[in-house]
């Protein structure tokens, strides 16, 4: 069975600060590692990671992924009050229709 | 072009009623996922659907649950004699295809079911 594990489960910044958030799984079949942000509705997809050692960024936000180690990490440079939301990271099954997520880190950036 | 539309947002029922949650896919999609987010966790699987089709449903519960996604209309996951467990929120995601894109997958907004 995938198994996806996310830490820390939450995390209170300050703005500006600078945050890292963790991803460990364990997948029969590895395809790609999916990142998504949700706030209090849909969760968006942020990043598709399938390769190790490649940088994927958007923004302040970027993400890599280790596959020798089986985690990714996601980042977030100078943290803003909008940045607050649930960051999920999720493994596709072998067919890559169905997702397992991790439990999530529950990111509060105060002002 | 509207995302996928999820309804009711809110659903409130008391043990024993049923619930039915309704999901209509993105225009252009054929497969409809649904997920379970219990409070503090991340979202799970529960069953996936094609037009008139079952093809997984690993995750649903074996009692009370079934989900079904007509010819017409809207995908629905109707919940029998719903407990106080049953309460979370419940998010569907549709694509267009079946295999191979997990990144095109879009999620809606969620509805969230409490049971007194």
């Known amino acids: 069975e995938d198994k996806v594990v996310q830490?820390?489960?939450?995390?209170?910044?300050?703005?500006?600060?600078?945050?890292?958030?963790?991803?460990s799984y364990e997948v029969t079949n590895f395809r790609?590692?999916?990142?998504?942000?949700q706030e209090k509705k849909a969760p968006t997809f942020l990043f598709m990671l399938t390769s190790s050692g490649i940088e994927k960024k958007s923004?302040?936000?970027s993400s890599i992924l280790d596959k020798k180690e089986l985690f990714s990490i996601l980042n977030i440079t100078a943290t803003q009050?909008?940045?607050?939301?649930?960051?999920?990271?999720?493994?596709?099954?072998?067919?890559?229709?169905?997702?397992?997520?991790?439990?999530?880190?529950?990111?509060?950036?105060?002002p | 072009n509207a995302g996928v539309m999820q309804n009711p947002r809110h659903l409130v029922r008391r043990r024993g009623q049923e619930a039915r949650l309704r999901c209509s896919p993105m225009k252009g999609h054929s497969h409809v996922y649904w997920y379970r987010q219990l409070p503090e966790e991340g979202l799970k699987f529960m069953v996936y659907l094609q037009k008139e089709n079952i093809i997984d449903e690993s995750g649903?519960?074996?009692e009370r649950f079934s989900a079904e996604f007509p010819k017409e209309g809207p995908s629905i996951l109707r919940i029998q004699q719903v407990v106080r467990g049953d309460s979370a929120a419940y998010f569907c995601a549709s694509s267009?295809?079946?295999?191979?894109?997990?990144?095109?997958?879009?999620?809606?907004?969620?509805?969230?079911?409490s049971v007194l």
Not at chain 1, 7 to 23: A, F, I, K, R, Y
């Open chain 1, 7 to 23: 830490s820390p489960l939450s995390l209170v910044v300050h703005e500006g600060d600078t945050v890292t958030l963790n991803c």
């Open chain 1, 32 to 37: 790609s590692l999916l990142w998504y942000k």
């Open chain 1, 59 to 61: 923004g302040r936000l």
């Open chain 1, 81 to 110: 009050t909008g940045d607050s939301a649930i960051y999920l990271c999720a493994v596709p099954n072998n067919a890559g229709n169905m997702l397992t997520f991790g439990g999530g880190t529950r990111l509060m950036v105060k």
């Open chain 2, 60 to 62: 649903m519960p074996k």
């Open chain 2, 96 to 113: 267009s295809q079946s295999t191979g894109a997990p990144e095109k997958l879009f999620f809606g907004s969620g509805t969230q079911l």
